[in-house]
């Protein structure tokens, strides 16, 4: 790294991961610059997810390592993790179906104890989730796909994150709401927060990262700016539909 | 006590002693999804506390239920520290077996410190009765009651108003999930431990000056009875845990006021078995969620077997088969068949329990079943002894498959539960069958083990017998395992869902595993029969079953060789090194704790 770039927020470096016998990660090496959303595009299998674990710390890399910030996150435990300033919206969501909306999004700020200044985020929330004005004392169960990846959004930003790391966040999700949670994103990123996530849908991600890397079977094939990579006609090929175009 | 009134009381106040035990117990399976069997000891630690604080310290009541708290949840922490947590990473059958291990250690400690008899606990309270309707209720009925509501207006407050109560309740949702919130998963786990152990420590307390007599049985009927509660309210299910337990109060109250004393664990385990298998989530549990449980093949330690080469299976065969040629004592000899006997137990839960994937905790029931055909044939119907213990291993094979039939569309945790209740309900029907079994009389007279006429009465000819007879099943089981149904009995084990989409029928192959498994048992009952010549509903109880699992594991799940091994060195090392009986058990247990947490593959491998 060159003395001009700013130390980027978070860098794997060289991580080598194995599930048993088999290899997942190969010297994977991504960063994430500080307020930047960088997206990291693959197929089934590709080691996407297993990405999002080492970050987290629920799956431990056989090697390399990974800075938050300018200091090793390897040996910490999760939670030691989300208290550096780490917010996840997992794959799916993983909401905590029998509690309330409510409930959920307060459970986004366990590891603060500013019980005002929570109270004040949890308005905030409302203010950038209208829709979950309504459901606040509902079963967070019941809620549609949509609605929950709402409250997964909320709840993860209620730690007052550095950075979100979200798992193939349009995931399921019908049109309507894949815009919907791009743009909120976006205005995530815009106050601050650094994004990190894990896509499938390649030409949607383009669309508001800055960065962008691309892994297959565990190695980092492509990475660059979005921009570029938009353009990039293996991308093409690969995930916008470019066999068609052929 | 008489009117229907009374033993509705009855039936509640017991069924709040219950929700004390299967509130713990669902709190844990919660956030662990564990089983915790040793839940029934942290009871009994309670009791005796409970009675050292009554009897010698002569606490006030509040104070001893204080201190009985406090020490029991003491005790708690230390399972879940020093035995629970470093399983963490482990096979999902090793905290379970780990929470077994536990348990036999408590009681056995309870029992070398407080001997096994009968302690009087008395209640510290007026023994007056008031009159309410039809019925009477007195001073203990309205604390048990007190008691009961307290706690769970406590617990209620801490898991809806306090942090630590929130991350219990998240982490019993999503494990995952609430680490990422920054939940510390191990202090959840610790506060669950803490108040289950308080909760189930005053339980005993309270049971024990409820019956006004405290004794070390305590234990396992306390931890069934709560599992039983929690898995008909729905396993993890707190409020249903409660519910759960005051239905079993009133069933086993009403079952005792309609058919007598002997019925109400029979009530209890029935009630179980139907809710397992027309609800196996339980009464309360909403549709939506499949039972939390792994695929089976994660729930066995994967290994690769230690390879015996044949030669020396068969130098050692021929060792133990001239050993009588030699000047051996009889006791040797006699300690040895014992060996035999529970090596052919051991040969039909490996394969039914590491084969095939079933983990059973009432294999003693099949030797009940083996022993009592046999000795019912050969006494009442003058059946040859020989032909006699083969009709016991295919009484075993077709009845014990019959009976845990129901259970075959479970998994993981919950065949455990099952196949340990229709261990108890085999027992319990044995001791009220009284026109058949002869009920607590048991059978006596049964006659001499004998071959084609010849009656097998020297230790020798004993040891020649029964070494042979479990050779032989050992030669069938080995060749079994190596053909085609063997493969199919693993590939269900490892992965229950593909074997099924690659057409083996779970049912049949189940049955199968345990109709082999079931003549093995039996035909091992059926000679222990004529070889004790006397035997009653307790003969073969679940510490059989126990300790049966512990010589499975000590050879390696599904391991053949390693039954056998495992059966002659928990048998024979405590004789060899003249181990008091009273610390047999003890050391079993030990050897179970030390197993899963540093060989959970056993001596020999899983196969």
């Known amino acids: 790294m060159t003395a001009s770039t700013p130390e980027p927020l978070l860098a794997l470096s060289n991580v080598n991961t194995f599930y048993g016998q088999a290899q997942v990660h190969f010297d994977l090496s991504i960063t994430v610059a500080r307020g930047h959303i960088v997206c990291l595009l693959g197929g089934n299998a590709s080691g996407k997810s297993t990405t999002m674990k080492i970050i987290l710390g629920l799956v431990k890399p056989r090697s390399g390592d990974v800075t938050f910030d300018g200091a090793s996150l390897v040996g910490l435990t999760t939670p030691q993790i989300v208290r550096r300033g780490i917010a996840s919206v997992p794959e799916a969501r993983r909401l905590f179906a029998d509690m309330s909306v409510r409930e959920n999004i307060l459970m986004g700020a366990f590891v603060r104890n500013d019980r005002e200044a929570i109270a004040q985020d949890l308005d905030k929330m409302l203010t950038l989730f209208p829709k979950l004005g309504q459901r606040l004392s509902q079963r967070a169960g019941s809620l549609s796909g949509g609605e929950q990846q709402m409250v997964a959004m909320a709840r993860a930003l209620m730690s007052r994150p550095r950075m979100v790391v979200m798992d193939e966040p349009t995931m399921g999700l019908s049109p309507l709401y894949v815009d919907r949670v791009l743009e909120l994103i976006r205005t995530i990123n815009q106050e601050g927060v650094s994004v990190f996530m894990v896509e499938q849908n390649a030409s949607l991600a383009l669309e508001i990262a800055h960065e962008a890397y691309v892994l297959q079977t565990g190695k980092i094939v492509l990475s660059g700016s979005a921009r570029t990579l938009k353009d990039d006609p293996r991308i093409r090929d690969a995930y916008l539909g470019g066999a068609e175009a052929a | ?607």
Do not use: C
Not at chain 2, 53 to 71: D, E, G, R, S, Y
Not at chain 2, 267 to 296: D, H, I, M, W, Y
Not at chain 2, 404 to 423: D, K, M, N, Q
């Open chain 2, 1 to 607: 006590m008489s009117s229907w009134l009374d033993y509705t009381i009855n039936g509640l106040i017991v069924g709040n002693v219950y929700a004390l035990v299967a509130v713990g117990l669902a709190l844990i399976f919660g956030v662990s999804r564990l089983i915790n069997f040793a839940q029934g000891s942290i009871y009994l630690v309670g009791a005796y506390i409970g009675w050292v604080a009554v009897v010698q310290l002569h606490t006030p009541l509040p104070l001893t239920i204080i201190v009985v708290a406090v020490a029991a949840a003491i005790v708690g922490l230390i399972i879940e520290r020093f035995g629970l947590r470093p399983l963490q990473n482990s096979v999902r059958i090793a905290p379970l077996l780990a929470t077994i291990g536990i348990s036999f250690v408590l009681d056995q400690l309870v029992m070398l410190t407080f001997s096994p008899n009968p302690r009087a606990l008395p209640s510290q309270l007026p023994d007056v009765r008031f009159q309410v309707g039809g019925g009477t209720i007195g001073p203990l009925d309205l604390l048990i009651a007190g008691v009961g509501l307290t706690s769970a207006l406590l617990l209620f407050v801490f898991l809806r108003y306090s942090k630590l109560g929130w991350a219990v309740r998240a982490t019993a949702q999503d494990r995952d999930a609430a680490m990422q919130m920054g939940v510390d998963v191990n202090r959840v786990n610790q506060a669950v431990f803490g108040i289950a152990a308080a909760l189930g420590g005053v339980s005993g307390l309270l049971v024990g000056m409820y019956y006004n007599q405290i004794d070390t049985a305590m234990s396992l009927q306390a931890t069934l009875k709560g599992v039983v509660a929690e898995v008909v309210g729905g396993a993890g299910n707190v409020p249903g845990a409660v519910i759960g337990s005051l239905l079993l109060g009133l069933v086993e109250s009403y079952g005792v006021a309609v058919f007598g004393t002997s019925y109400r664990n029979l009530f209890a385990f029935l009630l179980l078995v139907v809710v397992l298998v027309l609800r196996p989530n339980g009464l309360f549990a909403s549709a939506r969620q499949a039972p939390p449980e792994p695929l089976t093949g994660t729930f066995i330690a994967p290994s690769r077997p230690v390879r015996i080469p044949r030669w020396a299976l068969a130098v050692a065969a021929a060792i133990f088969a001239i050993l009588p040629l030699f000047p051996v004592s009889f006791y040797v000899l006699q300690t040895l068949i014992n060996a035999w006997l529970l090596g052919m137990l051991a040969l039909s839960l490996t394969l039914v329990a590491g084969t095939i994937g079933q983990v059973s905790l009432g294999h003693a029931a099949l030797l009940a079943i083996g022993a009592y055909t046999s000795a019912l044939l050969s006494l009442t119907l003058n059946v040859p002894v020989g032909l006699a213990i083969i009709g016991g291993g295919l009484m075993s094979a077709a009845l014990g498959t019959l009976l845990i039939s129901p259970s075959f569309r479970l998994r993981g945790h919950y065949v455990s539960i099952a196949t340990l209740a229709i261990g108890e309900i085999v027992s319990l029907v044995i001791l009220n069958w009284e026109s058949v079994t002869r009920g607590p009389i048991g059978i006596s007279g049964i006659p001499p083990l004998s071959l084609f006429g010849t009656e097998l009465i020297s230790p020798t000819s004993i040891y020649w017998f029964s070494f042979a007879v479990m050779v032989v099943l050992a030669l069938l089981q080995g060749r079994l395992l190596t053909s085609h149904l063997g493969r199919s009995f693993r590939a269900i084990r490892d992965d229950d869902i593909a074997a099924r989409a690659y057409g083996l029928s779970l049912n049949r192959y189940k049955s199968l595993a345990f109709i082999f498994g079931g003549f093995a048992a039996g035909v091992s009952g059926g000679i222990a029969a004529h070889l004790y010549s006397y035997i009653n509903h307790e003969t073969f109880n679940t510490q059989q079953s126990i300790l049966a699992l512990t010589v499975v594991i000590l050879g390696g799940l599904g391991n053949v060789v390693g039954a056998m091994l495992g059966a002659v060195a928990l048998v024979g090392l405590p004789e060899v090194f003249r181990i008091a009986a009273e610390y047999r058990i003890l050391i079993y247990g030990i050897v179970l704790l030390l197993l899963v947490r540093f060989r959970p593959q056993g001596l020999l491998g899983t196969i």
